[in-house]
T-cell receptor, first 114, second 113 residues
Framework: KAGVTQTPRYLIKTRGQQVTLSCSPI?????VSWYQQTPGQGLQFLFE???????NKGNFPGRFSGRQFSNSRSEMNVSTLELGDSALYLC?????????????FGQGTRLTVV | GENVEQHPSTLSVQEGDSAVIKCTYS??????FPWYKQELGKRPQLIID?????GEKKDQRIAVTLNKTAKHFSLHITETQPEDSAVYFC????????????FGKGTHLIIQP
């Protein structure tokens, strides 16, 4: 069974640009969550999707958005990039909708904003 | 919302000794507490979890304890080995399951040979 796949693995963008990251969950998983990981801050929750609906949103500016497709694949978009957006972006999938089941993480997308 | 505090941020122990990492949470309705291990350059992976109706859970050298009254939970690793070196994150599902995972900031565990 394939794990959670995130593409691309690495990205370098310039301030002011926008970026789209993709996450393919484990087959059969319908819940996808996104996290931003930076040194010293741990994993900060961005948003959670289940069956194409956003169920929960973290405390991030509106420049961060996401969506989920009917096949459960998810994308997140960051517009007007800032230097502080440089981070590892992780997605995690779970069977859903029960949040007390194991979340499986992808390898992440390393975003560098210059 | 939920707030999870994790201590220490760095822990160095001699190989073979025990390691303990502690977390506290703020939402008394939190009902699920997983622990994730992240090795350098790799994805976080679940190593053990505990639900609010259980006080302790063990899996070989790893154990987790939960004190609902005090709102804290701990990870215990016995007979530490070099492969235990990693960053460990505690987390809580708050709102009785209505909210998502809130993570602590992580503990960098270093096993000294």
């Amino acid at each position: 069974k394939a794990g959670v796949t995130q593409t691309p693995r690495y990205l370098i963008k310039t301030r002011g640009q926008q970026v789209t990251l993709s996450c393919s969950p484990i087959s059969g998983h319908r819940s996808v969550s996104w996290y931003q990981q930076t040194p010293g801050q741990g994993l900060q929750f961005l948003f959670e999707y289940f069956s194409e609906t956003q169920r929960n949103k973290g405390n991030f500016p509106g420049r961060f958005s996401g969506r989920q497709f009917s096949n459960s694949r998810s994308e997140m978009n960051v517009s007007t990039l800032e230097l502080g957006d440089s981070a590892l972006y992780l997605c995690a999938s779970s069977l859903g909708p029960d949040r007390t089941t194991e979340a499986f993480f992808g390898q992440g997308t390393r975003l560098t904003v210059v | 919302g939920e707030n999870v505090e994790q201590h220490p941020s760095t822990l160095s122990v001699q190989e073979g000794d025990s390691a303990v990492i502690k977390c506290t949470y703020s939402d008394s309705a939190s009902n699920y507490f997983p622990w994730y291990k992240q090795e350098l350059g790799k994805r976080p992976q679940l190593i053990i979890d505990i639900r609010s109706n259980v006080g302790e859970k063990k899996d070989q050298r790893i154990a987790v304890t939960l004190n609902k009254t005090a709102k804290h939970f701990s990870l215990h690793i016995t007979e530490t080995q070099p492969e235990d070196s990693a960053v460990y994150f505690c987390a809580a599902v708050s709102g009785g399951g209505a909210d998502g995972l809130t993570f602590g900031k992580g503990t960098h565990l270093i096993i000294q040979p």
